[in-house]
C-alpha cells in the first residue's frame, strides 16, 4: 500500500495582497501561508512530507470550471493599474484583485492538480495544497469571497477527466458556504458536495437561500449535495463530530468515492473572526482521521479560509500530521451536539433521507411551512443562548446587534502528538509468520516463578500448562509498553480470546477500556461487571434491553458478516460511544468463527485507532491465522480498503439501532440526531 504525504506550497502564491482599504476583504493576507507553511517547518512535519512542486494550471484545465469570458477578463488584471484594478474588483462580492493574483491563482490551481496527480498515480498516499487565493467561492464568471478560480471543483473535474474518478467527495469544512462548489455540481451525481457553515437562518455571508439544508442537488443530482447550516456561533468539537458521525460519514461510505478533496478552510476553528466557531485545533486531526479510510486513503485537503494567524498554523499542523499517520490526539472533553447543531442536523438527516439508505431511520422531513420554515421565533433567538441545550461545548451567542469587538479569545496549544518508536507488535506463535513492518513481541524478561503462580492461579485455574502461562504474561507485557507508549498498538493470536480479553480488561492500568466484542460468543461476565470497561457487542443475537450503560449488545440480524448493517453500527453507534467514553485503550476482540469481509474488518481496525492515542490491541483465535495479514496492514497505518457503494442496512436492524440509540443518548449524548422538542 502506498505511504506518504505530499505537501504542495510555494511562497511565490504569498506575493500579493490588498493594495487599497477594504474591511472585508482585509484578512486575507499573505502571513496566512507563511505561518502556515512556518509551523509546518518548525514542528518538524514539513520534512516528513513529499514536497511536490507547484506548476501553473492552463487554460484548459481551468475553462473546466469556468467561462472563457471569465478567464479572458482575468488575464487582462496583471497589466491593470490601481483605479482598473479597483473597477474590476467592482464587478465582483467580497473579493479584491492584484496585479499578481491572476498568476498566484494559476499557482493554486496548478499546485491543486498536481496533488491530484501525484494521489491518483500512488507516488503519494494522500497530500495537503496550501494555496491562495482560495477557491470555494467563485463561480463559472464570477471572482467571489476572496476566490478567484475554484481549486477544488476544477480539481473535481480534472480527477473525472484525465485520472477516470468516478466517485469524487467533496468535504467542505470551512465555515463559508462554498457555493461556487455547489453550482458547479448541482446535478453531478458523481460529485457528491457536503458543507456545514454559518448560515444563521440566512443571516449570514453570502446570506443564500441555497446554503441551506434543503438545497439537495437538482436533477440527477439529487441527493448530492449535503448542507448542514448552522444557525448559531460557538459551534464546538461535540456539534462538528455529530455531524460527522450521524450526517456525513454514513453518506460517504454509501457513496463509496474514489477520492476525497477537503475544501480545508479553517475559518471554522476557535479564535477566527469570520467563524466566530469553539471548536479546537486538534478536531482537524480527528476529522482528517475520520476521512482516511474512504477512497483507499486518496486525500487531497486543499487550504480554503482561516484567518486567525493562531488557530490556521496550529489547524494546519494537526490536519497534515493526521495526514502522516500520526496518533490522534485525545478529544477535549466531548458532549452531545448543542440544540442548534442537532436541529441541523435532523434536517439535514431528513431531507436526505429519501437519497441515502443509511438515513431511512431518519424522521421523514417535517411539511414545508411555507413562510417560517424553520425559522425560530425571534424570542427563542438572543442572548440567552439555545435554552435546552443537550450540552456539549457551550455556546457563545454573538451579540445579534452587531459582533462584538474581537476580545482575545484563547485556548490551550495542541498538545504534542508523539508517535512511538515502534508501532506495531504481534504475539504470534512461533510458527505463524510476522508480516513485514511488524515486529515479533517478546518482553524484555520473563515471569517470574510469583508471577507464573499468580497468573495459574487467576487464569488458568492451576492448569500446569506453561504455554499459556507465558502467553499470559507476554500479553500484560505487551499493553504495560502500549500504556507507556512505548508501542503504539498490537496484535495477539490467543488460545482463548474472552480468557485473554478478561485478563486484558482487569490488568489494565488505563482508567477505561473499549471492548468491541465481535461476534457470537458470550462476553464475560467478569468483564461487563466492570466498570471501567465499556463493552461494545456487534453480534447477531436477539436484541435484548442492554444490561447497562456500560455493555451495549447491537444486534445484526444478518449477523456481523453484513457490511452495510456494520458500517452503520460503527458509525452512528459504536465510534460516537468510543469518542465521548474516551478510553485509555481500545480492545477488538474477534471471536471464533466470526465471518467478516476483510474490508469491513479493516475499517473497523483502522477507525478505531482514532481512539486512545492509537492504542488498539486486536485479539484473534489462534487457529483462525487468515486476519493476520490484513489486520496488520492496517494497524502499521495503510488505510483500509474500501468497501465499494453500501446497500441499505436491514430494515429490522435500522429499527432495532433507532431503539438502541433512543434509550441510550440520555448516558452518551453525542448519540443523539435530533434536538429534544423534536423526539
Ligand atoms: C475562503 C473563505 O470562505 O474563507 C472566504 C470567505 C469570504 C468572506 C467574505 N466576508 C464576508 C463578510 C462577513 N463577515
Ligand atoms: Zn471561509
Not at 205 to 226: H, I, T
Not at 520 to 536: A, F, M, N
Not at 618 to 642: D, K, M, R
Amino acid at each position: 500500500m502506498k505511504m506518504g504525504t505530499a505537501l504542495i506550497y510555494d511562497e511565490e502564491m504569498t506575493k500579493y495582497k490588498l493594495l487599497w482599504v477594504d474591511p472585508v476583504c482585509k484578512i486575507e493576507v499573505p502571513e496566512r501561508l507563511i505561518v502556515s507553511y512556518e509551523a509546518l517547518v518548525k514542528s518538524g512535519l514539513a520534512d516528513r512530507c513529499v514536497s511536490i512542486p507547484v506548476r501553473e494550471a492552463t487554460d484548459a484545465e481551468i475553462l473546466l470550471a469556468h467561462s472563457e469570458e471569465y478567464l479572458e477578463a482575468v488575464k487582462k488584471t496583471p497589466f491593470m493599474h490601481l483605479e482598473e484594478l479597483m473597477t474590476f474588483t467592482q464587478k465582483y462580492g467580497d473579493v479584491y484583485f492584484h496585479p499578481n493574483i491572476y498568476h498566484c491563482a494559476k499557482l493554486a490551481v496548478g499546485a491543486t492538480l498536481q496533488l491530484v496527480d501525484n494521489v491518483m498515480t500512488g507516488k503519494v498516499r494522500n497530500g495537503m495544497a496550501l494555496v491562495r487565493p482560495p477557491g470555494h467561492h467563485s463561480q463559472s464568471s464570477a471572482a467571489n469571497g476572496f476566490c478567484v478560480f475554484n481549486n477544488v471543483a476544477i480539481a473535481a473535474q480534472y480527477a473525472k477527466k484525465h485520472h477516470k474518478a468516478k466517485r469524487v467527495l467533496i468535504v467542505d469544512w470551512d465555515v463559508h458556504h462554498g457555493q461556487g462548489v455547489q453550482y458547479c455540481f448541482e446535478d453531478d451525481p458523481s460529485v457528491l458536495y457536503f458543507s456545514w457553515h454559518r448560515y444563521e437562518h440566512q443571516s449570514f455571508w453570502p446570506n443564500l437561500k441555497e446554503s441551506d439544508f434543503d438545497s439537495v442537488g437538482s436533477g440527477k443530482g439529487a441527493g448530492f449535495n449535503v448542507n448542514v447550516p448552522w444557525n448559531k456561533v460557538g459551534m464546538g468539537n461535540s456539534d462538528y463530530l455529530a455531524v460527522f458521525f450521524h450526517v456525513l460519514l454514513p453518506v460517504a461510505y454509501e457513496f463509496s468515492p474514489d477520492l476525497v478533496f477537503i475544501c480545508a478552510g479553517f475559518d471554522s476553528a476557535i479564535g477566527d473572526p469570520e467563524g466566530h466557531m469553539s471548536a479546537t485545533p486538534d478536531i482537524f486531526a480527528h476529522l482528517t482521521h475520520l476521512l482516511m479510510n474512504l477512497a483507499d486513503g486518496k486525500v487531497c485537503a486543499v487550504l480554503e479560509g482561516g484567518y486567525n494567524l493562531t488557530s490556521l498554523a496550529q489547524s494546519v499542523c494537526q490536519t497534515v500530521q493526521t495526514l502522516l499517520g500520526d496518533p490522534a490526539p485525545r478529544p477535549a472533553q466531548l458532549g452531545g451536539a448543542c440544540e442548534s447543531a442537532l436541529e441541523s442536523i435532523h434536517s439535514a438527516r431528513s431531507i436526505h433521507k429519501k437519497y441515502w439508505s443509511c438515513l431511512q431511520h431518519a424522521a421523514a422531513p417535517f411539511p414545508e411551512e411555507p413562510s417560517s420554515k424553520n425559522r425560530r421565533p425571534a424570542q427563542q433567538g438572543g442572548s440567552q443562548g439555545p435554552e435546552g441545550d443537550a450540552g456539549g461545548d457551550a455556546q457563545r451567542e454573538e451579540e445579534k446587534v452587531e459582533e462584538k469587538e474581537e476580545e482575545e479569545i484563547v485556548w490551550p496549544e495542541p498538545l504534542r502528538r508523539v508517535a512511538p518508536s515502534l508501532r506495531s507488535a504481534l504475539l504470534l506463535p512461533d510458527a505463524v509468520e510476522c508480516p513485514d513492518g511488524c515486529a515479533r513481541f517478546s518482553p524484555a524478561h520473563g515471569p517470574g516463578p510469583l508471577e507464573r503462580a499468580r497468573l495459574r492461579k487467576s487464569y488458568l485455574k492451576e492448569s500446569e500448562d506453561e504455554a499459556s502461562v507465558t502467553l499470559l504474561y507476554n500479553l500484560t507485557a505487551l499493553l504495560g509498553q502500549m500504556e507507556k507508549n512505548e508501542i503504539r498498538n498490537g496484535l495477539a493470536l490467543v488460545p482463548d480470546v474472552s480468557m485473554a480479553a478478561t485478563l486484558l480488561t482487569s490488568a489494565s492500568l488505563s482508567k477505561r477500556v473499549l471492548l468491541v466484542w465481535m461476534g457470537e460468543g458470550p462476553v464475560p461476565s467478569q468483564i461487563i461487571e466492570d466498570e471501567k470497561t465499556l463493552v461494545v457487542h456487534i453480534n447477531s443475537m436477539e436484541p435484548h434491553e442492554a444490561q447497562s450503560k456500560y455493555y451495549i449488545p447491537i444486534p445484526l440480524k444478518k449477523g456481523c458478516g453484513d457490511t452495510a448493517g456494520v458500517m452503520q453500527a460503527v458509525l452512528g453507534l459504536l465510534l460516537p460511544l468510543g469518542y465521548q467514553y474516551e478510553p485509555g485503550l481500545v480492545l477488538l476482540a474477534r471471536l471464533p468463527g466470526y465471518q467478516v469481509e476483510g474490508g469491513l474488518w479493516q475499517q473497523l481496525t483502522c477507525l478505531l485507532q482514532g481512539l486512545a492515542l492509537g492504542h488498539t490491541l486486536v485479539l484473534l483465535q489462534e487457529n483462525e491465522t487468515a486476519p493476520v495479514g490484513i489486520t496488520a496492514s492496517c494497524l502499521l497505518g495503510n488505510a483500509a480498503l474500501s468497501l465499494g457503494p453500501l446497500v441499505a442496512p436491514g430494515p429490522e436492524d435500522v429499527g432495532s439501532f433507532e431503539r438502541l440509540r433512543l434509550r441510550l443518548q440520555t448516558d452518551w449524548p453525542l448519540l443523539q440526531t435530533t434536538a429534544p422538542e423534536k423526539r
